[in-house]
């Protein structure tokens, strides 16, 4: 199937004809019944709504949360806003953790240890909730994203009792703010557990290693990552984090067409340039600008989100900063703009150099057909997508691909340029 773009549908419940209907959606399209053949995909690349279910229904994990000594409501108290300013029987929202106990231990600002760890006041909650029947636990110490020598100690005595799934708040999520820290840490402590049992059935299902080569998830972010790193504060939106991706191109194009087809303006690049790299490590999802088509009476704009699209770019410094990569250009596509009485906005160029093995994906438009121009005005350029490869190789990459580059290549992006308007 190569090549070939096709859609099929079942019931996403079926027990009485099958397990999965994912699983069973690949069966029938590749019209196998039995055991899939040797080698038979390459790659499935699926979202899931098992997450987006569970959290709302609480079918998830039963959580113990473990936290700093002094804060055991605060995940409860949150910010202590309203939910809904005028209530007069105010509700909170039900709590994912089902029970909670203190960590005696105290971090300050600078991630300094100011009393450390009593490891004698907690074994007793832990045990407690073991015997429970809890095998889940969330550990969030104050400012343990500077300094996770309290929370490493934690999670090392839990799993010695048998708790199975251990999220702590600086591997799930190392940024300031102890209230959404924590509460992504319940989340990733909660989903999970049902989350690894889901996917190691579809693993065992598409008999990975064998018949199939890579199992990838949409993660809520929009990004790819493989299944054996798919976690639970990861998965909320998995499932339709997949058709935003999909609808916002098709909104483009929508809005192309429309605008043309009044008259109004020539075309734009419409498409959001999705771009997407990482590892098992990190992933990183950016959406590129390009250039505007041209109207009666103005120019394009050059390098700009249009239409449906408004994401903002992450700075340089940052970008360099929290990944190890190297932003060689970002720039004005300078001519790729429709020339006419008014021209077209040019796109832009940028240019990132992975400093270590990633795994590049792209979801682009408007790689072979132009943006259109209007009354004698020219079209736009296409866009271009490319590597260099650190032995001196050029390679040529397809507006929807994906490819794995060794430390030191560089992925290079020219987005489309806008139509332009009126013959010249």
């Not at 790299?277 to 088509?293: H, R, S, V």
Request: glycine letters at 12%; one cysteine or more; charged letters at 20%.
């Amino acid at each position: 199937m190569i090549g070939i773009g096709s859609t099929h549908k079942l019931l996403s419940e079926n027990p009485e004809r099958y397990a999965d209907a994912a699983v069973q959606g690949i069966r029938e399209m590749m019209e196998i019944e039995g055991p899939f053949p040797d080698n038979t995909i390459r790659a499935v690349r699926m979202g899931t709504t098992v997450a987006t279910n569970a959290l709302p229904e609480r079918k998830g994990e039963p959580v113990l949360l473990l936290i700093a000594k002094g804060f055991r409501d605060l995940l409860e108290i949150g910010y202590q806003t309203c939910p809904r300013l005028f209530d007069l029987h105010i509700i909170r929202p039900e709590r994912l953790y089902r029970k909670v106990a203190e960590m005696d231990e105290r971090l300050g600002a600078d991630g300094e240890v100011i009393r450390a760890l009593d490891e004698t006041a907690t074994p007793a909650a832990r045990q407690s909730a073991y015997d429970e029947g809890l095998r889940a636990l969330a550990v969030a110490g104050l400012h343990a994203y500077l300094n996770p020598v309290h929370e490493r100690r934690v999670a090392d005595m839990a799993r010695q009792i048998g708790l199975t799934q251990i999220s702590t708040s600086h591997e799930v999520s190392k940024l300031t703010k102890l209230v959404g820290r924590g509460d992504t840490t319940v989340v990733d402590a909660n989903l999970s557990p049902i989350l690894r049992r889901y996917v190691g059935q579809v693993a065992d299902a598409l008999d990975m290693g064998r018949a199939c080569e890579r199992l990838l998830f949409m993660q809520s972010s929009g990004g790819l990552t493989d299944a054996r790193l798919f976690q639970g504060k990861d998965a909320i939106l998995s499932g339709p984090a997949g058709g935003i991706v999909g609808n916002t191109e098709v909104s483009q194009a929508m809005c192309n067409a429309l605008l043309g087809a009044l008259h109004v303006m020539a075309g734009s690049q419409a498409t959001m340039n999705n771009f997407v790299w990482g590892n098992d490590d990190f992933q990183n999802y950016e959406t590129i600008a390009g250039g505007t088509g041209a109207g009666p009476g103005f120019d394009g704009c050059d390098a700009i989100q249009t239409h449906m699209t408004n994401t903002r770019m992450t700075d340089p410094e940052i970008l360099e900063k929290r990944f190890p990569v190297r932003l060689e250009a970002f720039g004005i596509r300078e001519g790729s703009g429709g020339r006419g009485k008014w021209t077209g906005g040019s796109g832009a160029t940028r240019m990132i150099r992975f400093l270590t093995p990633v795994t590049v994906t792209t979801l682009c438009s408007h790689r072979e057909i132009p943006p259109f121009g209007v009354d004698g005005g020219a079209p736009g350029a296409v866009g271009v997508n490319w590597a260099e490869l650190p032995d001196g190789r050029h390679v040529d990459l397809k507006g929807n691909d994906e490819t794995d580059l060794p430390s030191g290549a560089v992925f290079g992006m020219h987005t489309p340029g806008g139509g332009g308007w009126g013959a010249p």
